[in-house]
């Protein structure tokens, strides 16, 4: 699975690079702000955004997701350390991960939100990943991730 990372932090966007390759995941990023990965976006066409609510500067992680769904039906989800609930993004996103993350868990959450996207009903779901139940969740998989 290609992942798009979306995350301003300095320490942490490496950090979760690393973590998810060593996974197997194939990582685009991280990318610090919202206008280049959208255009990065267009270019890879990613399986999945993992985008931080609290970007530096300009648009911010919840009007990120909104557009790569609305403009290339690229997926979300949504990291915070903040008390944010993404009430706004749960037509467009597919969840929420609290950060600080543990690596097990983060791969296991970008796991449960594979199962999902490949039509299948999730075998678990991390305690820190809260998944929502808009149109993302509830549809079959895009052409480009069904096997």
Known sequence: MKLLLVED?????????TVLEQAGYTIVGPLRDAVKAARVAAREAPDLALVDVNLAGGENGVALARRLWDERMI??????????HAEEARAFAVGLLRKPV??????????????????????SVPAALELFSGPITAMTAPPRLRA
Do not use: Q, Y
């Open 9 to 17: 932090d300095p320490l942490v966007g490496p950090a979760v690079k």
């Open 75 to 84: 997926p979300t989800l949504l990291m915070t350390g903040f008390d944010h």
């Open 102 to 123: 543990m690596p097990d868990t983060l791969i296991d959450a970008i796991g449960t939100v594979g199962e999902i996207l490949s039509g299948l009903r999730p075998s």
